[in-house]
């Protein structure tokens, strides 16, 4: 029984270490930094993964439909569950909803970045003048 266990609890040490996943709260950054941080994690890597916990899971799937909706990608896998959390102040562990959705861009990203870059610069420039 011990061998179960110790394989089970060493499964997502690879996942610990990921480079393009984002950890949301929903409490520390506003919502377009999470929006814009996965932008960019979607450059450098083709994909993004977001997590969270709790309450910060409506600002997950926020950020996700905003990237939908905005033709920058599509959705790869979402994957719910329930992990235990020590509470410190009770002592006894708590269960909290957890979710991971996993995010690729589309055909068109590089496109609609690029326009939008354009158009900030443009922007920028009409208010030098």
Do not use: C
């Not at 011990?2 to 270490?17: F, L, T, W, Y």
């Not at 377009?32 to 994690?41: E, S």
């Not at 900030?120 to 420039?125: A, C, I, L, S, V």
């Amino acid at each position: 029984m011990e061998v179960i266990v110790g394989g089970v609890n060493n499964i997502n040490i690879s996942d610990a270490h990921k480079k393009n996943r984002i950890q949301v709260s929903n409490t520390k950054k506003p919502l377009f930094f999470y929006v814009n941080l996965a932008k960019r994690y979607m450059q450098q890597h083709n994909e993004v993964e977001l997590s969270a916990l709790g309450m910060a899971i409506a600002t997950v799937v926020t950020v996700a439909e905003i990237l939908k909706n905005n033709g920058l990608a599509v959705e790869k896998k979402i994957m719910t569950s329930t992990v235990d959390i020590k509470d410190d102040s009770r002592g006894r562990p708590v269960q909290k909803a957890k979710i991971e959705i996993v995010l690729v861009k589309t055909a068109n990203f590089d496109e609609l970045m690029a326009a939008a870059a354009e158009e900030r610069e443009n922007n920028e420039g009409d208010g030098q003048s």
